[in-house]
């Protein structure tokens, strides 16, 4: 008695095509991981390198425009430019990542809540990095990153 195979059905040809498609965008993680990175570390390096390039009117927006809760303007400007300069080179490494990334979302609350004139557009903006900070802290640096070469989660 021979047997003969039935074409393959819609369902089945529609679920071979999103399985493929998905394991397309599993492939991408790891890429898509370290262009977050790199997006929100660029942002906040640049930030902080304009600081650092104008101390003395950085000084004055701390003392005048930047109304930081608890801290001097002096220690703010430099604990804000430090943390604008660093935990960024820890995020785009992929080096403590979560917590540097933990770490920039709440420097990122703080930034938007010392700045009361802040445009709707800037706010958005602060929307996109803090989201895109969440989700590098939910699911981790990816496979490009130290944290991953050495094992860490």
């Given at each position: 008695?021979?047997?003969?195979?039935?074409?393959?059905?819609?369902?089945?040809?529609?679920?071979?095509?999103y399985?493929?498609?998905?394991?397309?965008?599993?492939?991408?993680?790891?890429?898509?991981?370290?262009?977050?990175?790199l997006?929100?570390?660029?942002?906040?390096?640049?930030?902080?390198?304009?600081?650092?390039?104008?101390?003395?009117?950085?000084?004055?927006?701390?003392?005048?425009?930047?109304?930081?809760?608890?801290?001097?303007?002096?220690?703010?400007?430099?604990?804000?430019?430090?943390?604008?300069?660093?935990?960024?080179?820890?995020?785009?490494?992929?080096?403590?990542?979560r917590?540097?990334?933990?770490?920039?979302?709440?420097?990122?609350?703080?930034?938007?809540?010392?700045?009361?004139?802040?445009?709707?557009?800037?706010?958005?903006?602060?929307?996109?990095?803090?989201?895109?900070?969440?989700?590098?802290?939910v699911?981790?640096?990816?496979?490009?990153?130290?944290?991953?070469?050495?094992?860490?989660?």
């Open positions: 008695m021979e047997t003969t195979a039935s074409p393959p059905t819609a369902t089945w040809r529609i679920t071979r095509l399985a493929g498609f998905a394991n397309l965008l599993d492939k991408m993680q790891p890429v898509f991981a370290l262009a977050m990175r997006y929100v570390a660029r942002v906040f390096i640049m930030s902080g390198w304009l600081k650092v390039s104008r101390w003395d009117s950085t000084l004055a927006l701390f003392q005048n425009e930047y109304h930081v809760p608890v801290l001097s303007p002096q220690v703010a400007a430099v604990l804000g430019t430090t943390c604008e300069l660093g935990l960024p080179v820890l995020l785009a490494m992929g080096i403590g990542t917590a540097a990334a933990i770490a920039l979302f709440l420097f990122n609350i703080v930034a938007v809540i010392s700045y009361p004139d802040l445009s709707d557009a800037g706010l958005k903006d602060h929307y996109l990095w803090g989201a895109l900070m969440l989700v590098i802290a699911y981790g640096p990816g496979r490009v990153s130290i944290d991953h070469w050495l094992g860490v989660r």
